[in-house]
């Protein structure tokens, strides 16, 4: 599971309470800035959560983030 998230707008809220529970639950998870996600976080990472700051529009094709995860994804080439 890959969630992405910036300072706006509720999933902020959500996703930090997410991971409180994660850690309350003692459930492993990676957390990082969007600058800071190597191809391994992708690959290897059960639950990603990566901070955006990107507006809400951009997450997605912005930096075009959406190719490198799929890249790093187990589906093959076509």
Same mark, same amino acid.
């Given at each position: 599971m890959i969630n992405v998230y910036i300072?706006?707008?509720e999933m902020k809220d959500?996703?930090?309470?997410?991971?409180?529970?994660?850690d309350g639950w003692?459930?492993?998870y990676v957390s990082k800035g969007k600058s800071l %996600? %190597?191809?391994d976080d992708l690959r290897n990472a059960? *639950? *990603?959560?990566i901070h955006s700051d990107l507006e809400h529009d951009m997450v997605v094709s912005g930096r075009?983030?959406?190719r490198e995860y799929l890249k790093a994804s187990s589906l093959q080439d076509r």
């Open positions: 300072d706006s707008g959500e996703t930090e309470e997410l991971m409180g529970d994660l003692k459930i492993p %996600v %190597v191809a059960r *639950l *990603l959560f075009m983030h959406f």
